[in-house]
């Protein structure tokens, strides 16, 4: 099978398909959502986080998501990639266990 062009904003949706089931691993029902709502490389690598989990199940929704951002996209204003810190913070948030007096801990964190 050929190749998938190098940029994905210039993917098809079939390419976005084969890209969804064969590097991220999701099943062609799911995948196949993708070519009936027309999203094709551009609209991919702009979708925000709700977009895409207005198309495809939560779960499937994460792993695309991911995958989008190490593509470099998620344009959109809730999209991880549009604010660089928010995986970073998410990471050390997820780190923290609030207990008492970890309340500086997490304010640094968020600003």
Not at 47 to 76: C, D, F, N, Q, Y
């Amino acid at each position: 099978m050929a190749a998938l062009p190098p940029d994905p904003k210039g993917w098809s949706a079939e390419d976005v398909k084969r890209w969804a089931m064969e590097v991220v691993g999701i099943d062609a029902e799911d995948a196949d959502k993708l070519v009936v709502q027309k999203i094709d490389g551009e609209e991919l690598m702009g979708m925000t986080k709700e977009e895409l989990r207005s198309v495809v199940p939560l779960g499937v929704a994460r792993k695309l998501m991911r995958a989008i951002e190490g593509l470099g996209g998620g344009g959109g204003s809730s999209s991880v990639a549009a604010e660089p810190e928010l995986s970073s913070k998410r990471a050390r948030l997820d780190a923290i266990t609030l207990q008492e007096g970890d309340g500086a801990e997490l304010e640094s964190v968020l600003w």
